[in-house]
């Protein structure tokens, strides 16, 4: 029932930058539903899919260090949105992004389809 929807994935330099967002829909109403984060996982051919950045309730954030400093993961709670700022852009960076919805209280994960980025000259 839960919809992750990914945009703004693309081809860019190294060097660049791209602004990654995912709008969340369908999410159940009731307590259980009530808390959760919002996170980009990345995954790239013949690799385990890894954690990004997450942005909880409180607005904590934490990154994976090979990220720190270039990514900024924000939220937006009234429109059910998550951004992923990526500056500084290696090709190391390349991957499929995705997008994650973990519901704390119901033990759930919910997953967008991916966004293509492509970082190279």
């Known amino acids: 029932q839960v919809q992750l929807a990914e945009s703004g994935g693309g081809l860019v330099q190294p060097g660049g930058s791209l602004r990654l967002s995912c709008a969340a829909s369908?999410?159940?109403?009731?307590?259980?539903?009530?808390?959760?984060?919002m996170g980009w996982y990345r995954q790239t051919p013949g690799k385990q899919r890894e954690l990004v950045a997450n942005i909880g309730r409180s607005g904590r954030t934490n990154y994976t260090d090979a990220v720190k400093g270039r990514f900024t993961i924000s939220r937006d709670y009234a429109k059910k949105m998550v951004y992923l700022q990526m500056s500084s852009l290696k090709p190391e960076d390349t991957a499929v992004y995705y997008c994650?919805?973990?519901?704390?209280?119901?033990?759930?994960?919910?997953w967008g389809q991916g966004t293509q980025v492509t970082v190279s000259s």
């Open positions: 994650n919805t973990k519901f704390t209280l119901a033990n759930r994960d919910y």
């Open positions: 369908g999410i159940p109403s009731g307590i259980i539903f009530s808390v959760y984060t």
